[in-house]
């Protein structure tokens, strides 16, 4: 499964409502170090189909929920289980290191 574009209107479907983990992506186009954790991001969402959901939310056209979430720095990670931030982090990570932030979950 690809990323899901998340947005206001599909928020709650695609991520409160998912029974399934949720990896939500904080990014930015003009963001290079988020440029950089795309192609680790879009690897996680192949690997796992199934297992984990992948969001990636645009900071500047979904900055109501980058501020619910307290994006301050991009990229930022966050991992939600049933509709609960159950782990976070921000700057660029490996894959192994992304993995570690959710694999306690699945």
């Known amino acids: 499964m690809a990323e899901v574009n998340i947005t206001l209107e599909n928020f709650e479907e695609e991520v409160e409502k998912c029974s399934i983990p949720v990896l939500l992506d904080f990014w930015a186009e003009w963001c290079g170090p988020c440029r950089m954790l795309s192609p680790v991001v879009a690897e ?63």
């Not at 979904?62 to 049933?82: C, T, W």
């Not at 782990?87 to 959710?102: H, I």
């Open 44 to 106: 996680i969402a192949e690997q796992y189909d199934g297992k984990i959901k992948v969001g990636k939310v645009n900071v500047d056209k979904v900055p109501e929920l980058a501020d619910e979430y307290g994006v301050s720095s991009i990229p930022m990670l966050v991992v939600m289980k049933d509709g609960k931030t159950a782990a976070a982090c921000v700057g660029y990570r490996d894959k192994g290191q992304v993995e570690k932030l959710f694999e306690e979950f699945l």
